[in-house]
């Protein structure tokens, strides 16, 4: 084939280290997902843009049951305010 001995041995050799390596006993369960910055960056966004659709929506309910109410613009004694 045109390889030395020498080499053939050289690369069984490294073969063996690295069938040794992964053999060894490494930490337990899972290895922990890598974290992508940028997904993460959008999640937090996302989470945020969220908190402001829930607080915006809150908001257009109150003015739309004060639109809605009839007391609305009145004052104590029920005449309308100018």
Known sequence: ???SRKDVLR???KALRGME??????EPGRPPN???PEKEELRK??????????V???RLQIQDELRRS???GRGPA?????
């Open 45 to 54: 966004r996302d989470l945020q843009l969220q908190r402001e659709i829930d």
């Open 21 to 26: 390596e992964a053999l060894r006993d490494g």
């Open 11 to 13: 690369v069984a050799e």
């Open 70 to 72: 009839p007391e609305i």
């Open 56 to 58: 915006l929506r809150c």
């Open 78 to 82: 029920g005449k309308k305010k100018k």
């Open 1 to 3: 084939m045109g390889v």
């Open 34 to 36: 890598p974290v992508d």
